[in-house]
C-alpha cells in the first residue's frame, strides 16, 4: 500500500514526533510512504532526523501554518497535483491545516482511502476567539464527510470531536501516540549524573515542564505556583525546558513574583532526557492537551507526573491511577499537589514505579501495529467511504 502523510510542519513537538515515528514505523513494516510537510516553519534538524530514519520527505513551501489565503490555494493545488502524480492507496493527513487542505485535496484527486489525525484539537481554551473556533469546527464538520478514520490519541479525543458534531462514532479509532521507551531509557543518564550536566545540586526539589511556550501549554499556572511551593520546599528548582512566544511574559511573571532565582527556562531541546531524569516531578499543567506523550516520556523514566483534567491527559494517567490530576488553571491546587510530592519520596517511588509499566501500552510498536492493522481493515472495504 502506498501512503501519503501531511502535516503543516515538522517542528520539535509531540504531532511531528508522532508523525515521523509513524512513518518511519510503517515503512519497517513495508508500507510505501511519503512524508509531506511545509518548509517554511520545518526545522531543520527534525527534517534530517525523519530522514535520517529512512523517511522520503517532500517540503512545500506554500503549506503554512497560520492562515493564508492564497498560500493555502497554492497548497491545495500543489497537493492535488502531488497526489495525483504519486497516486497514492491512501492519504493520511496530520493537525488541523494540513488536516483540511489534505483531505480537500485528496477528495479532488480522487484518492481512494482518506484517514485524518488532529492531534488534540483547537476547539477550546488558549487557541483562538469564539468566532474562529466556531468557524474551525464548521471545517471539522465538512471535513469528516471526507474521511475514512479520524485516528484520536485517546478515547476522550472521540467524545471531544463528536460533541461539537464532528464525524460518526464509528469513524473513530483511538491509537496512542508512540514513544521509544527503550532507546529513551538507554540514552538517558542516572539521576546524579544529569543534575551534574545541568548545573542542578543534587538534592534539591526539581519540578520539570516541557512544552512550547504558548498560552495553551500552562506554564504560567505553574511559575503561579512556585511563591507556594517555596514555601515549603525553599530550594526549589523548576526547569522550563522550551521556548516559544510566552516566554518574555513567564520571566516577567517570575520577576514579579519574586522567584526568578528558582526557574530556569531552557530553551528548546532536542533531546529532553537529561531534563526529565535530573527532576523529582514532572508537571504538565495544560489547558487543553492530546494525549500528552512528555507525560509517557516521564513515566518511562519513573519520574512521577502531575497533569491536569483536560483531553487525553486524563486517559493516560487512568483517572489519576499513574499520576496526580488537578484542575487546569488552578495554581493552588498545583501547587498543593507538586508540594505533597516532593514532601513524600515514597509516593513518588510508588508512581514511578507504576508508571514505567503504563508507558510500555504507549510505545512506538503499539501504535506501528494499530496503525497498520487500521490501513489493512481499510484496504479492505475499499471504496466504502461515509457520506
Known sequence: MKVIHVITRLSLGGSSENT??????????????????????????????ARARGCR?????????????????????????LFRRERPDLVHTHTSKAGFLGRLAARLARVPRVVHTPH?????GGYY???????FVRLERVAARWTDRIVVLTERGAEEHLARGVGRAGQYVAIPSGVETEALRARAPGRGAARAGLGLPLEAPVIVGIGRLVPVKGFDVLVASIPKICGHVPALRVLLVGDGPERPALEALARALGVSRHLLITGAQEDVAPYIAAADVLAAPSR??????????????????VGTRVGGIPSVLDGGRYGALVP????????????????????????????????????????????????????????ARPT
Open 328 to 383: 487546569a488553571g488552578d495554581s493552588e491546587a498545583l501547587a498543593d499537589v507538586l508540594i505533597e510530592l516532593l514532601e513524600d519520596p515514597a509516593r513518588r517511588e510508588k508512581l514511578g514505579d507504576a508508571g514505567r509499566e503504563r508507558a510500555e501500552e504507549f510505545t512506538v510498536g503499539v501504535m506501528t501495529t494499530r496503525m497498520a492493522e487500521l490501513y489493512r481493515d481499510l484496504d479492505s472495504r475499499a471504496g
Open 20 to 49: 515521523v515515528l509513524s512513518v518511519a514505523g510503517l515503512l519497517a513494516a513495508g508500507y510505501d510512504c511519503l512524508l509531506v510537510s511545509g518548509a517554511e516553519q520545518s526545522e531543520p534538524s527534525v527534517v534530517r532526523g
Open 288 to 305: 487543553n492537551e492530546g494525549m500528552g506523550r512528555v507525560l509517557v516520556e516521564a513515566m518511562a523514566l519513573g519520574v512521577p507526573v
Open 129 to 135: 476567539g469564539p468566532a474562529l473556533t466556531a468557524a
Open 120 to 124: 488534540g484539537h483547537v476547539f477550546y
Open 57 to 81: 520527505v517532500e517540503l512545500m513551501r506554500s503549506l503554512v501554518r497560520e492562515l493564508a489565503p492564497v498560500r493555502d490555494l497554492r497548497a491545495l493545488w500543489g497537493l492535488v497535483w
